[in-house]
Structures are given as C-alpha cells and as structure tokens.
C-alpha cells in the first residue's frame, strides 16, 4: 500500500497550490480519502474529506471556501486545491485513505510540507 502526495512548497500569503496524492495497494474506490495537516507544536486535524461516490465533502471550519478536495477514482487520485492561503495554512499536509463506515484511518502518506510565508 502507498499513499505519495507531492505539490508543497513555499507559497506567498494569498497564494495558491494544488496537492495531489496517488494511491496504491488497495481499493481506492471504497475508501474515504482525506486531507490532514500538522503544524509544529500542534495535533493532526482533519481539513478535508470526501466519500467515493455519494455525498458532499467535508471541510474543516478554517479552509471553508478557499479549499477544495476531489478525486479521481479510475487514476486512484486525490487533490487538494488550496487557495487564498494563509500562514496559519503552513503545516505537514498528509493525504489518508479510511475503510467506510470506521473512524480510523488506514493508511497515511509520507506527507508534504506546505509553508506560507512572505
């Protein structure tokens, strides 16, 4: 199983990236893909999720309206399109895959740094 996401970097406040996390090893289609992040000193939260095939996705309170998420099941694909970025923004992004129905996620990416910052 492999979860590799890539497109951080430094970015400029009111900026913008696109993260993108492959996934392998398992059956993509069944599983809630998700988007963490980690700032230093702080806990893992939750910024993003989406369901397969039905339903709306999720977002943290924090990136409402300026975060997108989407998925692209037959390139077991998911992205994260960050806009209007804040330095509050900067932190560990991690891409993470959950079997539906449970609340524990199985498996995690390397994650990729995101730094905003003038």
């Known amino acids: 199983v492999q979860l590799v996401e890539s497109g951080g970097g430094l970015v400029q406040p009111g900026g913008s990236l696109r993260l993108s996390c492959a996934a392998s090893?398992?059956?993509?289609?069944?599983?809630?893909m998700s988007w963490y992040r980690q700032a230093p000193g702080k806990e893992r939260e939750l910024v993003a999720s989406i369901l397969s095939f039905v339903g709306s996705p999720i977002y943290a309170d924090s990136v409402k309206g300026r975060f997108t998420i989407s998925r692209d099941n037959p390139k077991n694909t998911v992205d994260l399109q960050m806009n209007s970025l804040k330095p509050e923004d900067t932190a560990v992004y991690y891409c993470?895959?959950?079997?539906?129905?449970?609340?524990?996620?199985?498996?995690w990416g390397q994650g990729t740094q995101v730094t905003v910052s003038s």
């Open positions: 993470a895959a959950r079997p539906p129905g449970l609340s524990t996620v199985r498996y």
């Open positions: 090893g398992f059956n993509f289609d069944r599983y809630v």
